[in-house]
């Protein structure tokens, strides 16, 4: 670890260290990077039907201008983080974010389904380049204690508001500019974001090599794992096709392992993983983006199908889960200054958990107020309260030379997560909703599209019950994160600069 690392945060240690002289235009750059590459994970959701209209898309291409970021970003976050750390991670996070904007640019354009789809991907790759780097920044940019805490909090805070913010933004641009401005929105963004990065430190690079080999085995197993998920969820686990991506990816995936262990300089340090309280952190990291990302998905369906709201509706409807993420982070970030990660995380997981619980009890008729609007407020203030102490525990105590991949598995972890939310509890709904009325989704919009209000009632009533189920699994997963949060992380709370000068 750098020395500025461990003699933590007195001025002299900043100055030696190379810490940010002006902290809070460093803290604005990375949080408004990660709010952007967070907030495209979700901001075209609302705005699909306007872009199947437009460019005429079938109902499979429509699916893939979501997932070909997803897999494009879940999948290459390890090589991006650990780019950083070899190349610099000021330079290579210009380089994430210069990416980013001209794929924006370029879907935003699109005459077609095949060129949006090619740039959802680029913006995958753009986004798996700087989140990383963002958060490595941080460790570049602050020293240890409470302005790094502030920091992780703010930046935690931006990876929870972004998601549901997304959503919001998505509906407002869609109803009333047009669904190209959902992608054109990140060019004077992205172009704020690059006039500001002068202001960050960089840090001292890594005089190590890159794994080529592990690296193209890694980031491909990943690729073939999301999508062999992600189709999966869409076919209901059958076909060929499903099968082999599947089988690759434990092939690739075994041979990444291999050669991890093997390695001088390995893409993802195993050391990394061996604490217990980390390896516990990144699998609580899993399950939390495995139920929040799926609880957007059967939110915004039920919203849209069975409550009639048009986008702008929905997207303001989530105000309040973004009202209890943005109230309880800044909580969060103060308490684990004084407690444990895990004191505040598990409860908030549990929380969250019991807000799923409410939501589980929705009905076709369920009112905004005395339901939905609770509910989500309670589940987002219990993952507010988890956002901040789960980055400090990915990364705290990390070697800076690691901190690249150690930001890029948290990352990982959060996007496999929610691959895996999104194509399992998918599929989970759907097979409890066909009990009710067979193929209910597709019997509801031939419905609608028929005027046949009673059957559009039956489909209702069979969908709301599929999301229901998904969402108490939902809730069963959150409830196990808090478990291993309580059993399994053991680190106490982070050391005071003080502490480690003595």
């Known amino acids: 670890m750098s020395s500025a690392l461990q003699t933590g945060a007195g001025p002299d240690a900043a100055a030696a260290g190379g810490f940010s002289r002006r902290p809070v235009l460093a803290l604005l750059v990375i949080a408004a990077a990660e709010l952007m590459v967070v907030l495209d994970a979700t901001i075209v959701n609302i705005a699909l039907p306007s872009i199947q209209s437009g460019l005429g898309m079938s109902d499979s291409g429509l699916a893939w201008v979501v997932n070909a970021y997803a897999v494009a970003f879940g999948g290459l976050m390890l090589l991006g983080g650990r780019a950083g750390d070899l190349f610099g991670r000021r330079r290579?996070?210009?380089?994430?974010?210069?990416?980013?904007?001209?794929?924006?640019?370029?879907?935003?354009?699109?005459?077609?389904?095949?060129?949006?789809?090619?740039?959802?991907?680029?913006?995958?790759?753009?986004?798996?380049?700087?989140?990383?780097?963002?958060?490595?920044?941080?460790?570049?940019?602050?020293?240890?204690?409470?302005?790094?805490?502030?920091?992780?909090?703010?930046?935690?805070?931006?990876?929870?508001?972004?998601?549901?913010?997304?959503?919001?933004?998505?509906?407002?641009?869609?109803?009333?500019?047009?669904?190209?401005?959902?992608?054109?929105?990140?060019?004077?963004?992205?172009?704020?974001?690059?006039?500001?990065?002068?202001?960050?430190?960089?840090?001292?690079?890594?005089?190590?090599?890159?794994?080529?080999?592990?690296?193209?085995?890694?980031?491909?197993?990943?690729?073939?794992?999301?999508?062999?998920?992600?189709?999966?969820?869409?076919?209901?686990?059958?076909?060929l096709v499903t099968a082999v991506y599947i089988a690759a990816a434990a092939v690739l995936l075994v041979v990444f392992m291999e050669r991890q262990t093997r390695?001088?300089?390995?893409?993802?340090?195993?050391?990394?993983?061996?604490?217990?309280?980390?390896?516990?952190?990144?699998?609580?990291?899993?399950?939390?983006?495995?139920?929040?990302?799926?609880?957007?998905?059967?939110?915004?369906?039920?919203?849209?199908?069975?409550?009639?709201?048009?986008?702008?509706?929905?997207?303001?409807?989530?105000?309040?889960?973004?009202?209890?993420?943005?109230?309880?982070?800044?909580?969060?970030?103060?308490?684990?200054?004084?407690?444990?990660?895990?004191?505040?995380?598990?409860?908030?997981?549990?929380?969250?958990?019991?807000?799923?619980?409410?939501?589980?009890?929705?009905?076709?008729?369920?009112?905004?107020?005395?339901?939905?609007?609770?509910?989500?407020?309670?589940?987002?203030?219990?993952?507010?309260?988890?956002?901040?102490?789960?980055?400090?525990?990915?990364?705290?105590?990390?070697?800076?030379?690691?901190?690249?991949s150690a930001s890029g598995l948290l990352n990982t972890a959060q996007q496999l997560g929610g691959a895996f939310g999104v194509a399992s509890l998918a599929m989970l709904a759907a097979t409890v909703a066909d009990t009710r009325l067979p193929r209910a989704g597709l019997v509801y919009l031939d419905a609608v599209d028929d005027g046949d209000t009673a059957l559009v009632r039956r489909a209702q009533e069979a969908m709301t019950y599929g999301y229901t189920r998904a969402l108490a699994c939902g809730a069963g997963v959150f409830l196990t994160g808090a478990l291993i949060m309580a059993f399994v992380v053991t680190a106490g709370k982070p050391d005071k600069p003080s502490d480690r000068t003595r």
């Open 92 to 239: 290579v996070f210009r380089l994430g974010i210069v990416t980013f904007v001209l794929a924006s640019a370029l879907g935003g354009l699109a005459p077609g389904a095949a060129l949006l789809i090619g740039a959802r991907v680029l913006q995958g790759l753009g986004a798996a380049v700087a989140a990383p780097t963002a958060l490595a920044l941080i460790a570049t940019n602050f020293p240890e204690g409470r302005q790094r805490n502030r920091a992780m909090g703010t930046y935690a805070a931006m990876a929870g508001v972004g998601s549901v913010l997304g959503l919001i933004l998505g509906g407002l641009l869609t109803e009333y500019l047009d669904w190209r401005w959902v992608l054109l929105v990140n060019i004077p963004i992205g172009i704020g974001v690059l006039a500001g990065t002068s202001v960050l430190e960089e840090a001292d690079r890594d005089d190590g090599g890159l794994d080529v080999v592990g690296a193209a085995a890694g980031t491909a197993g990943l690729l073939c794992l999301i999508y062999g998920v992600t189709r999966g969820g869409q076919t209901h686990w059958t076909g």
């Open 263 to 404: 390695s001088a300089h390995p893409m993802l340090p195993l050391r990394v993983l061996r604490d217990r309280s980390r390896a516990g952190t990144y699998a609580t990291l899993f399950l939390t983006g495995f139920g929040m990302f799926s609880t957007f998905y059967f939110l915004t369906f039920y919203m849209q199908h069975v409550l009639d709201y048009g986008a702008v509706r929905t997207g303001l409807a989530y105000l309040p889960f973004s009202a209890g993420i943005g109230i309880m982070a800044p909580v969060a970030s103060k308490l684990v200054v004084r407690l444990p990660p895990r004191l505040v995380a598990a409860p908030g997981l549990a929380v969250a958990a019991a807000g799923m619980l409410w939501l589980s009890r929705l009905t076709p008729h369920s009112s905004y107020t005395g339901t939905l609007l609770p509910a989500m407020f309670l589940t987002a203030a219990g993952l507010g309260c988890c956002f901040v102490p789960l980055t400090l525990g990915a990364v705290s105590g990390v070697d800076e030379s690691d901190s690249g």
